[in-house]
């Protein structure tokens, strides 16, 4: 307390409590509260260890506090952390193709081969080929004597389908073919023939092949400007 509030209060105190001033000044003197250096020290010591000891952490030394030591921490905590996230990738991915077996343990996981079926407007193209891609046997509606506009049509692409899977059938292909997935591209008319061969008397030994059906058919998003639309009439 300063000298202006002490001798306000002893003002308005009565005369029996002036006794008790002295007494008052020293106790504003006092602190409040002791609190030592030791004491404080020993207290951030203790909370150190508890949380070393909640976090299993190593009490820091002389070398570990240098700045080198925790880059080469960060360094080698970044790899392992790393390297377990691969090992775990690589267990999770055992573990799927183990259960995989298990399901189904007498199926057949050689790579398949691909027939590609591109049904343009136009025309229709089929092309056998091996699982890396290399090209085994390609045909068009235009090899099997259809010309110009007569190219286009279910007629042309069912006739090309039947052509095409009796070719397969001659040359041994089936020997060398485990798995086949057809690729459609394209919504012509060829797709429609192709399907009906596929599922008919023609296709009887190929079908059972048939693993995978996809659809790789281009879809624009933006990009060039478009062909103008032909207009008859």
Known sequence: ??????????????????????????????????????????????????????LDRQPESAENSSPLSAISKMMTGNRSSASSRVSADYARLAESLEADMIKNPYAD??????????????????????????????????QIGFRKGGRAGFDPAYQL????????????L?????RLEIVFRGFGKGRDGFTK????NEGRNIRGLVSRVTDST????????????????
């Open 161 to 172: 389908s039947s052509h095409v899977l009796s070719q397969i059938q001659e040359r041994g």
């Open 1 to 54: 307390m300063n000298s202006f509030s002490m001798n306000a209060l002893a003002k308005s105190l009565p005369a029996v409590c002036r006794q008790c001033q002295p007494r008052i000044a020293s106790l504003g003197v006092i602190r409040p509260f002791s609190s030592s250096s030791k004491d404080a020290s020993s207290l951030k010591e203790k909370t150190r260890t508890i949380e070393n000891q909640i």
């Open 197 to 200: 061969v596929l599922l008919g």
């Open 109 to 142: 996981r050689a790579p398949p081969h691909h027939l590609h079926v591109f049904a343009h407007k136009h025309n229709t193209i089929l092309t056998l080929t091996r699982p890396n891609g290399n090209p085994i046997l390609s045909m068009g509606t235009g």
């Open 174 to 178: 089936l020997m060398d073919i485990k």
């Open 218 to 233: 281009r879809v624009k998003f933006g990009g060039t400007r478009s062909r103008k639309v032909r207009r008859l009439g």
